[in-house]
């Protein structure tokens, strides 16, 4: 099946520094990306979506100012946790779609993020 | 929008038993995808099963979308099957995949 990468898959911060996640789709292009968060124990809950060359698509109550989303290319997102605080501490999986609602679906192995 | 509900909530088999587990959504979907998700987070696809059966090795799982509800069986239960099975679906003129709550599935040995 197809790849998603994620990096890094760890990452431990101060709080009121800034983190970057990438998501790559390593052999399929990737027209649409997800960002997901997932506290323990719970299900995963979408942040936003974005299109390749367009702005994100944020869900009701994710601060855009927050988790920047850039889509860049076919191939690589990235998201940008600005000033992170302690509540911010979570894992975030990217996710990525090489066509529309009838494809698959792909997972990154996620990235646990732990601001002290 | 769409409901997904999960059941059960948790699991907990013998080696070697065999489960089911449910997924009720509330509308009309494109797509259905299920997905284990291991010990280290990684969300493994399972299955692409908008209708239809499919089977994989000890897994097959069932989709009766006129009935709006999927089933993922496991045979033969192992302790590495254990973790966080999720149901997703992306409903029908939707733009996003919306996911259930999952079952937690733990194998004794």
Known sequence: ?116 | GIQVEQSPPDLILQEGANSTLRCNFSDSVNNLQWFHQNPWGQLINLFYIPSGTKQNGRLSATTVATERYSLLYISSSQTTDSGVYFCAVWETGGFKTIFGAGTRLFVKA
Not at chain 1, 82 to 101: L, M, N, Q, R, V
């Open chain 1, 1 to 116: 099946g197809a790849v998603v990468s994620q990096h890094p898959s760890r990452v431990i911060c101060k709080s009121g520094t800034s983190v970057k996640i990438e998501c790559r789709s390593l052999d399929f292009q990737a027209t649409t990306m997800f960002w997901y968060r997932q506290f323990p124990k719970q299900s995963l809950m979408l942040m936003a979506t974005s299109n390749e060359g367009s702005k994100a698509t944020y869900e009701q109550g994710v601060e855009k100012d927050k988790f920047l989303i850039n889509h860049a290319s076919l191939t690589l997102s990235t998201l940008t946790v600005t000033s992170a605080h302690p509540e911010d501490s979570s894992f975030y999986i990217c996710s990525a779609k090489s066509g529309g609602a009838t494809d698959t679906q792909y997972f990154g192995p996620g990235t646990r993020l732990t601001v002290l």
